[in-house]
């Protein structure tokens, strides 16, 4: 069965758009999960609006949560998910390692449907921008994945760091990244025509002890609108096949 999911850091709480906007902008891609980075919820930049809330019921889901990595602008700013599916247990994870004004945290969700066999929990976080004490932050992300209950697990948001450096290719000892696996849109082998030279921050990948298939992956940009105007950042989806 397919599991579509979408990561998507939607710069400063949405300050460029509304929720509303940027679920209508993602709906025809029907995603089953969306990891999302940057969000606010009742601050004044964002005209005192819950952007995860606008964004679920302009697709139709019912299942979302925020939590909160500081106060700000007389509301709320963190990281969120919104999910199709029930979700059966959620998971936060603080990291107190990173000396921020941002708490960075990892918010992951175990999925509670019927349609796949395998227990499915998905991780989203936003990593820390200062590469100080990055090993040290990694460590503590894998060790609270752990801890985190389910049969395939995905890892997915905007870890502030390139494929080219140390701390990617510690990541990829024990997750595969989805941008190489599958097809893109134009029904090309991801794994021949693209290069871990390509500047990016924002993945999803898999645990690699995980039964699964990646069918596509693809950052959004097509022509139905200026996407710039909607965030600095594109949309990454991957389409993975799951029992």
Not at 84 to 91: A, E, G, N, R, S
Not at 119 to 133: A, G, P, R
Not at 137 to 162: P, Q, R, S, Y
Request: glycine share 4%.
């Amino acid at each position: 069965m397919e599991f579509r999911i979408i990561t998507y850091n939607i710069f400063l709480g949405a300050r460029l758009t509304n929720g509303r906007e940027l679920a209508r902008s993602l709906k025809k891609y029907n995603p089953d999960f969306i990891g999302l980075q940057e969000v606010d919820r009742n601050t004044k930049r964002s005209k005192f609006r819950d952007v995860v809330q606008e964004m679920a019921q302009e697709l139709g889901y019912h299942y979302h949560y925020f939590q909160k990595t500081m106060d700000f602008d007389k509301g709320e700013f963190g990281i969120a998910f919104i999910s199709k599916y029930d979700v059966k247990k959620i998971f936060i994870f603080i990291n107190y390692l990173v000396k921020s004004k941002e708490k960075r945290q990892v918010l992951a969700a175990r999925l509670n449907t019927s349609k796949f066999k395998k227990k499915i929990l998905v991780v989203n976080t936003h990593l820390d921008n200062s590469l100080d004490n990055k090993n040290e932050e990694l460590d503590d992300l894998f060790t609270a994945i752990e801890g985190f209950k389910g049969d395939v697990k995905f890892l997915c948001g905007d870890f502030n760091l390139l494929p080219t450096t140390e701390y990617y290719a510690k990541i990829r000892k024990d997750w595969n990244d989805s941008y190489f696996q599958g097809r893109d849109l134009e029904n090309k082998k991801n794994s021949e025509n693209r290069e871990l030279e390509t500047a990016r921050i924002d993945y999803v990948m898999v645990k690699k002890d995980a039964d699964y298939k990646v069918k596509k992956s693809f950052y959004i940009n097509d022509d139905s609108r200026d996407w710039t105007k909607l965030s600095d950042h594109l949309p990454y989806m991957a389409i993975f096949e799951v029992e």
